[in-house]
T-cell receptor
Framework: GNSVTQMEGPVTLSEEAFLTINCTYT??????LFWYVQYPGEGLQLLLK?????DKGSNKGFEATYRKETTSFHLEKGSVQVSDSAVYFC????????????FGKGMKLTVNP | EPEVTQTPSHQVTQMGQEVILRCVPI?????FYWYRQILGQKVEFLVS????????KSEIFDDQFSVERPDGSNFTLKIRSTKLEDSAMYFC???????????FGPGTRLLVL
């Protein structure tokens, strides 16, 4: 079945550091790929998405590119801020009629000033 | 901005008791979902609901679970006879007719003693 593997952390960075969170997936065909973020005390919020190969999703300075050849969707940000401290989840929705999201385990990021 | 809300935020119950978790999806959304996250594990899909019936469910969603949309605004998850292993964070989500993005609530943390 479909699955997502991501870096688990936790990770602590200093403000303005470069961030990469690796995410790889296993799925047949062309799934849609997502990054969700969960800030303390809040629900999962969609951060960005990509629905076909080579698409780049971007939002709030974060980027991820759908790489079919490496089955990856790594999340990057050039300069993190304290406000980026959160848990980050990579997820996919399989091709076809299924609506369910399949999530990675999530990675907790703490950014220190 | 419209958001998904969930009540209660925390619930403690005794094993064998029934619990009902409540969600108010975004008002014009048509598709509704429940997910759960056992501590330290992945977010897992439970069920999706459309047009007053279950459209998809996982193997976790056995006869102990049921969902209902009792009125035009609420969406509930009932666990008939809770087990210790039902302790988890339960997330409700909803999406509009396009189904591309699922919007999540803040979750209900259920503890079964």
């Amino acid at each position: 079945g479909n699955s997502v593997t991501q870096m688990e952390g936790p990770v602590t960075l200093s403000e303005e550091a470069f961030l990469t969170i690796n995410c790889t997936y296993t799925a047949t065909g062309y799934p849609s790929l997502f990054w969700y973020v969960q800030y303390p005390g809040e629900g999962l919020q969609l951060l960005l998405k990509a629905t076909k190969a080579d698409d780049k999703g971007s939002n709030k300075g974060f980027e991820a590119t759908y790489r079919k050849e490496t089955t990856s969707f790594h999340l990057e940000k050039g300069s993190v801020q304290v406000s980026d401290s959160a848990v980050y989840f990579c997820a996919l929705r399989g091709q076809g009629g299924s609506e369910k999201l399949v999530f990675g385990k999530g990675m907790k990021l703490t950014v220190n000033p | 901005e419209p958001e998904v809300t969930q009540t209660p935020s925390h619930q403690v119950t005794q094993m064998g008791q029934e619990v009902i978790l409540r969600c108010v999806p975004i008002s014009n959304h048509l598709y509704f979902y429940w997910y759960r996250q056992i501590l330290g594990q992945k977010v897992e899909f439970l069920v999706s609901f459309y047009n007053n019936e279950i459209s998809e469910k996982s193997e976790i969603f056995d006869d102990q679970f049921s969902v209902e949309r009792p009125d035009g605004s609420n969406f509930t998850l009932k666990i008939r006879s809770t087990k210790l292993e039902d302790s988890a964070m339960y997330f409700c989500a909803s999406s509009d007719g396009g189904r591309e993005t699922q919007y999540f609530g803040p979750g209900t943390r259920l503890l079964v003693l």
